[in-house]
């Protein structure tokens, strides 16, 4: 019996995605290097420093994604370099930017570019950040000046990266720049950053008409603990409908959901061209009344759930199909713009990639329209709380002497690209204990 190749579209994308300040290094200008610098904000005292030394040595590592058979990659610009002071823009930082761009293409590899991923310039900080509905015209401006800059070589963006996940971190739980524990301040800050998503989507059209722009949600499955229970299925649907679906609602249907808001925002409406997906893990919720703080619930994993590095969350692949099928009403092309796991010796990221793409592949064969997968990450990084004891990349970085490792598993992700499939030989090679499950006999 011929076994069977998971094959994948032609054009489909295969790339990885990184983000400005976990990357570049000394990125001193904005929030994160001020909150690194408080005590108890990274795990072990960690500070990005260099990080991964990007600003000076990026395309050292596009050579090893281009040789690892990469045709995409997802990556932010940092906003403090690109105008240190209100008003003021750095031409030599758009300049390194579009060097890096052209260094993409020049490869092969085509670039989506993010214009916020977490950071913010400490000038915008000081007027609030985005408390502040200033920031919105502020953003919109930014993005014009680096669409302008770098639309040669890029009509593929990313406005925001995960909304949800800088209100609630930053503003509700707390442990992410500026350690805020207001519900009121995270929401206003969640309205604002989908307004200067929207602001951005429609200065990015102007300028550049064939762009395509969405923006990366961060979504996390929320299953309720006794699926019996109406109590834990409540709990559970609250959950997913802050986190998961209000944002979404309101530049698709110019609705806010509560808690972000209530009432209609027509102009937020029809401002995706397509969707992106980060998905990482999912949660098992249980209703708690104790608890109104995390609108009475408790999350946890189950006794006999698979588990990451460093707690992270559980290794639960049927996730990416869930959301999949989920995005797919929207009727929007989807790039999975963020997936992956923290693991620092390797052991699970390649059965990982092979049951996650394997979701994927199943997806597309229901017809829904997934144009691209970006794996997160290139290399090793900065994971900004956890600081670098959570390694997520394909290659191995040692932040102290930026010596490159090559893991098996960027093996694995290279014949996947090449094959622009997972076949047989893959499975076998790499992965030979999933071969019952993806290639029964």
């Not at 302008?148 to 509700?172: H, K, M, Q, R």
């Not at 550049?208 to 949600?217: D, I, K, L, N, T």
């Not at 808001?261 to 992106?276: I, M, P, Q, S």
């Not at 929207?330 to 390649?350: C, K, M, S, V």
Request: aromatic share 12%; glycine share 8%; charged share 25%.
């Amino acid at each position: 019996m011929t076994r069977a190749t998971f094959h994948f579209p032609p054009d489909f994308k295969w790339g990885t995605a990184t983000a400005a300040h976990q990357v570049e290094g000394n990125n001193t200008n904005n929030d994160w290097w001020a909150w690194e610098q408080g005590e108890g904000h990274i795990k072990g005292g960690q500070r990005s420093a260099l990080a991964c030394n990007w600003w000076e040595r990026a395309e050292e590592d596009f050579d090893r994604a281009a040789e690892l058979g990469q045709n995409a990659h997802r990556l932010s610009v940092e906003w403090s370099r690109i105008e240190p002071r209100e008003g003021y823009f750095d031409d030599a930082a758009l300049e390194r930017y579009r060097t890096m761009l052209r260094g993409l293409r020049e490869r092969g590899i085509e670039p989506m570019v993010t214009l916020h991923h977490f950071t913010n310039p400490m000038w915008l900080v000081e007027m609030g950040g985005w408390e502040n509905p200033r920031a919105i015209p502020l953003f919109e401006r930014y993005v014009a000046r680096v669409v302008e800059a770098l639309g040669e070589f890029c009509d593929l963006w990313c406005t925001v990266n995960e909304p949800n996940v800088v209100a609630t971190l930053g503003y509700i739980v707390g442990i992410f720049p500026p350690g805020r524990q207001d519900s009121a301040a995270g929401m206003r800050v969640g309205r604002n950053l989908m307004r200067g998503h929207a602001a951005a989507y429609r200065r990015i059209h102007a300028l550049q008409p064939q762009a395509r722009v969405g923006f990366a949600h961060n979504m996390r499955i929320f299953d309720p603990a006794r699926p019996r229970s109406l109590l834990d299925r409540w709990a559970a649907a609250l959950q997913d409908r802050m986190f998961n679906e209000s944002f979404l609602a309101a530049v698709t249907r110019g609705r806010w959901l509560w808690p972000l808001g209530f009432g209609l925002v027509w102009k937020l409406r029809h401002t995706l061209d397509w969707v992106g997906l980060n998905y990482y893990t999912r949660d098992v919720v249980a209703f708690d009344r104790r608890a109104p703080e995390a609108l009475f619930s408790r999350r946890f994993h189950l006794p006999d759930a698979e588990l990451l590095d460093g707690g992270y969350g559980e290794f639960y692949p049927a996730g990416m199909s869930r959301f999949l099928n989920r995005l797919s009403r929207l009727r929007l092309p989807i790039y999975i713009t963020e997936n992956g796991i923290p693991d620092a010796d390797d052991d699970q990221r390649p059965r990982h990639i092979v049951t996650h793409l394997h979701q994927v592949w199943r997806a597309i064969q229901g017809c829904r329209l997934v144009m691209g997968y970006y794996h997160w990450t290139l290399v090793d990084n900065f994971e900004w709380a956890e600081g670098w004891n959570l390694r997520f990349g394909l290659i191995e970085v040692d932040p102290q002497t930026q010596k490159r490792t090559v893991r098996r598993s960027a093996l694995l992700y290279r014949d996947i690209c090449r094959a622009n499939g997972i076949t047989p030989e893959i499975i076998d090679e790499y992965t030979p204990e999933l071969r019952p499950l993806l290639l029964p006999e």
